[in-house]
């Protein structure tokens, strides 16, 4: 999907070969391993023939054989997480500047603390250039109806979907909704929506993926469902959208630190994967009608937003170079 995103912003783009170690087994570990030292000699011929300045690292395995092969190289990373992922904590011992999110990160950093550069998350300038009723019109939504945006990142989320699907009917009867599903689970959407009587349909505004409208759907939105991946510490803190969040359980612990922190600041409720179908509906109506609890909720997911976070990282970029 990256590629897709880097071509059309018309950035030159190198795919390099690799493969993660983590959790997997021993039948496909030879295969990954020799797929990360053939990506160790094409990032190499790639740097040999590139010569940059600077190496920007925000995560993945992908980083490890170019990091390795740009050792002499000033090095920076961008931690997008609360918590490291492995991949970053292994590039932690090459790098000059690492530059995390918020304070809470810090404990992960024991002895680097002079490495470490606070800047938040950055968010794509044309997120924020929809306002409520500009991205009401886009999407055809009723301004005297409150909006619902359920979402599970650029793959869609199976037990986020399949929970809000058998909710569908009973939320739509107080609410509109906005939902992203991914492409994988699209024909799911479209027999849901056929269920549906022709006043809740018009209320089911569905995609299977946004990009040029995604910051309609923020601005559009007064509660936002999703998983706790790390650019919900960036856009819902851009918009001040308070947000019920349930950590994809199957990936280490990432998510739940993403989402324990905004907890913590009063942004957001946690609802576990395993109790979406029982919960969700209750959940979802006890705060989209209760609006001060809200408001209040998307003050403190207001506060955590850092709008210069671009530019400082950008700073730290030219500094390195230099």
């Not at 945006?149 to 009917?169: D, E, H, M, Q, T």
């Not at 909704?177 to 929506?193: C, M, Y």
Request: with cysteine; proline share 6%.
């Amino acid at each position: 999907m990256e590629i897709s995103l880097v071509a059309e912003a018309s950035i030159a783009f190198q795919a390099i070969p690799a493969a993660g170690l983590h959790g997997v087994n021993l039948r496909n570990l030879p295969g990954n391993l020799w797929r990360l030292v053939r990506g160790f000699f094409a990032a190499r011929r790639i740097l040999r023939s590139f010569r940059p300045d600077v190496l920007f690292f925000t995560g993945g395995y992908v980083a490890v054989p170019v990091a390795l092969a740009g050792l002499r190289i000033p090095t920076a990373l961008f931690i997008p997480d609360i918590e490291p992922g492995l991949a970053l904590k292994a590039l932690t011992r090459f790098a000059d500047r690492i530059a995390i999110i918020a304070a809470d990160s810090r404990k992960f950093f024991l002895g680097k603390e002079t490495l470490l550069l606070e800047t938040g998350y950055p968010v794509r300038h044309d997120l924020l250039a929809w306002n409520r009723k500009k991205a009401q019109l886009a999407f055809g939504l009723q301004d005297d109806l409150p909006t619902l945006l359920v979402f599970g990142g650029s793959k869609g989320a199976r037990s986020i979907n399949r929970a809000l699907f058998a909710a569908l009917s009973d939320l739509l009867a107080e609410m509109q909704i906005i939902h992203i599903s991914g492409t994988a689970n699209w024909h799911e959407v479209e027999t849901a929506r056929g269920d549906l009587s022709p006043e809740k349909a018009a209320r089911y505004h569905a995609y299977p993926y946004l990009y040029d409208e995604m910051g309609a759907a923020f601005a559009a939105a007064d509660l936002a469902l999703s998983r706790g991946g790390a650019s919900t510490l960036g856009e819902f803190p851009a918009f001040g959208l308070p947000a019920i969040l349930a950590p994809y359980p199957y990936a280490w612990r990432y998510q739940k630190v993403n989402a324990d922190y905004l907890v913590k600041q009063g942004a957001a409720v946690i609802l576990a994967d395993e109790d979406l179908l029982e919960k969700l509906t209750p959940l979802v109506r006890e705060l989209i009608h209760d609006a001060p609890r809200r408001r209040k909720m998307g003050e403190s997911m207001q506060a955590v937003a850092c709008p210069d976070a671009a530019d400082e990282i950008a700073t730290m970029l030219n500094q390195l170079a230099e």
